[in-house]
Nanobody, 116 residues
Framework: QVQLVESGGGLVHPGGSLRLSCAAS????????MGWYRQAPGKQREFVAT???????NYADSVKGRFTISRDNAKNTVYLQMLSLKPEDTGVYYC??????????WGQGTQVTVSS
């Protein structure tokens, strides 16, 4: 069983920044792709960013140039540095991992609110 624990969400003014973290734990977990998704109130969950074991990254157009995804394989942790935050970035942010056996795990979510 794999558990994902997210942290780093909060309330920030427009133009501000936040850094999200997601640590995976579990017996002999072998992670391939790690990523972040978000869900705004009344909307479907959407893709934000992913990073592969080879550090190849992919971003949603809406966050390109403002968000940076990174990972620390020794700690089984993925990060999302968010700069120049906008009110439309508000939502619950979920991390997701894929294992080498192709299982998918989701974190519990962390709230990000961008408001003046």
């Amino acid at each position: 069983q794999v558990q994902l624990v997210e942290s780093g969400g909060g309330l920030v003014h427009p133009g501000g920044s936040l850094r999200l973290s997601c640590a995976a734990s579990g017996s002999a977990v072998s992670i391939t792709t790690m990523g972040w998704y978000r869900q705004a109130p009344g909307k479907q969950r959407e893709f934000v960013a992913t990073i592969t074991t080879g550090d190849n990254t992919n971003y949603a157009d809406s966050v390109k140039g403002r968000f940076t995804i990174s990972r620390d394989n020794a700690k089984n942790t993925v990060y999302l540095q968010m700069l120049s935050l906008k009110p439309e970035d508000t939502g619950v942010y979920y991390c997701r991992i894929r294992t080498r056996l192709d299982y998918i795990y989701w974190g519990q979510g962390t709230q990000v609110t961008v408001s003046s």
